[in-house]
């Protein structure tokens, strides 16, 4: 039953929630970053990693706390108690991922056991109501009840995403500006449909990120790892579930091209390999960013393509929200963006006079 005092009071959190998990965050970051250093938690330089130097590399402990503590606070001074079960769910299996990805920067996991325990912990989401029960498919008239296929199809949208994220997250500020900037769309999106909670949370998320940012953008000071891009794109795809899709009117397209810069280079990555007869599973530097610093790039300027791309998704998501033929065309211009981004010239070796 819906509480109108509950939604106005969740309504009126969403600055308040991300100011606070800015605060917060930027105040965790320099501690972690401190104990860290003091512990020798370093993201060692290798072939396929453009730093140089040993890099910190739990910034996602920052991310995940500010971000639990801003919801918790919330919860206990403006809601009084869970707007329902799917917030629970979201946070539930977004710290098993958490954990799995602090427990992964330290001691290091294989990829079958991490993609065991995030289907796991997609699972649980599941099970507390992060559900994508129905679809609203391109030019189809009327909707796609998924019944028993529910299960599969939600399991596989989130795990997808959270790997999409930890992808992405191969040059500074990359995965965190992306995050930021998706968070903020599918807030807008979910506030003007009506789905206060999961505008809420993604405030949360947009704030926690940025307050990450400020010492993660180049030359970055701390990487979040995988413990924090991870989290941040298992609530993020929760998030598409409660706050887009559980609005069936809105096609599959809509959260597609809201996180299209993750979903078009994990496409692009797994198709690449299993072509070279790799496993999609293991990391390469081979992702469409590597490959324009590879073609002379610099970082900051890969990363504002990046950036200027997911704004633009962002702007037609928002503003174009039941537009699928522009869905359509706007999804293709991408691919065919990013086709040419993937197939950039190598950087042209520079001639000493």
């Given amino acids: 039953m819906e509480i109108p005092l509950l939604n106005t009071a969740i309504s009126n959190s969403h600055l308040f929630g991300f100011c606070l998990a800015f605060l917060i965050s930027l105040a965790l970051v320099p501690l972690v970053r401190n104990i860290c250093i003091k512990k020798g938690l370093y993201d060692l330089p290798d072939d396929r990693k453009i730093h140089e130097t040993p890099i910190p590399r739990l910034g996602g402990v920052a991310i995940w706390f500010a971000s639990c503590i801003t919801i918790g606070f919330l919860i206990l001074w403006f809601w009084h108690y869970p707007h329902d079960n799917a917030l ?104 003007y449909t009506q789905q206060p909670v999961a505008a809420v949370v993604a405030a949360v998320i947009a704030g926690s990120m940025l307050g990450f940012l400020v ?48 979903l ?35 970082q900051n300027r890969t990363i504002m393509i990046f950036y200027f791309i997911c704004i633009a998704s962002g702007v037609v998501a928002a503003s174009l929200v039941h537009a699928t033929r522009v869905y359509l065309i706007f999804l293709l211009g991408l691919l065919v963006l990013m086709f040419i981004i993937a197939n950039s010239n190598r950087k042209k070796k520079v001639v000493e006079t």
């Fill in 88 to 191: 629970s769910g979201m946070f539930a299996g977004g710290s098993i991922i958490f954990i799995l990805g602090v427990i992964d920067d330290v001691y290091g996991l294989s990829a079958k056991l991490k993609f065991f325990v995030q289907i796991i912990a997609a699972g649980i989401a599941y099970m507390f109501g992060v559900q994508i029960l129905a679809l609203h498919i391109p030019f189809i008239d009327g909707v796609v009840q998924l019944g028993i296929l529910s299960i599969p199809i939600t399991i596989i949208w989130i795990v997808a995403i959270c790997n999409a994220f930890n992808f992405i997250d191969g040059v500074d500020g990359l995965a965190g500006g992306v995050t930021a900037i998706s968070a903020v769309t599918l807030g807008v999106v979910a506030y």
């Fill in 215 to 262: 010492y993660n953008f180049p030359p970055a000071k701390i990487f979040m790892g995988d413990s924090g891009a991870l989290f941040a794109g298992f609530i993020l795809a929760s998030l598409t579930v409660t706050g887009v899709l559980k609005t069936v009117a809105f096609t599959i397209l809509l959260p597609m091209i809201i996180l299209s810069v993750p």
């Fill in 264 to 298: 078009l280079d994990i496409t692009y990555a797994v198709f690449r390999r299993l072509a070279q007869g790799k496993s999609p599973f293991v990391a390469d530097g081979e992702h469409i960013h590597h490959r324009l610093l590879k073609a002379g790039m610099s």
